[in-house]
């Protein structure tokens, strides 16, 4: 006697990742993509305006006299970079920490202080020097926050 066995349904669930296995992930990375692309639209607005409002932008490294002028798309790749920086030094400790966001606030922190350095040495302008600070706080501000918070997983 021969018997035929109907082949099964493949189902989306047969082939399901990592990720699906744990949805929060997926959750978690979209709300740390946002973090970072705050931070970038954020420092993004505050050049457009500054520069809209006359603030030229432009430094001039003491130990080179050739005067550079920061232009927004800069901003924007400078600002991504150091947020994916962040993103990935929080994604690292969580790996191997239970104590991560704690130790990660306090780098984010010594970060922050340290990136206020650069500003007392180049020669620029009063106003880019305060905006290129306030650029520092933004983004300290929209990564801080939102790459610690972790939302409800279920």
Known sequence: MTTITAAQPHTPADTASATDANPGRGRVRRF?????????????????????????????????????PLIVAEIAVIT???GLLGWGTLALLERFTR????????????????????????????DTKILLGVMHVVVAAALVPML???????
Do not use: K, M, Q
């Open 32 to 68: 740390r993509l946002l973090a970072v692309g705050a931070a970038v639209l954020g420092n993004s607005a505050i050049y457009l305006g500054g520069r809209a409002l006359g603030t030229d932008f432009v430094l001039t490294d003491p130990g080179n006299p050739v005067p550079h």
């Open 80 to 82: 991504a970079v150091f």
């Open 99 to 126: 104590h991560a966001r704690a130790i990660w606030t306090g780098l984010a922190t010594v970060v922050l202080v340290l990136s206020f350095v650069p500003l007392g040495i180049e020669l620029a302008t009063t």
């Open 148 to 154: 610690r918070h972790t939302p409800v997983r279920r």
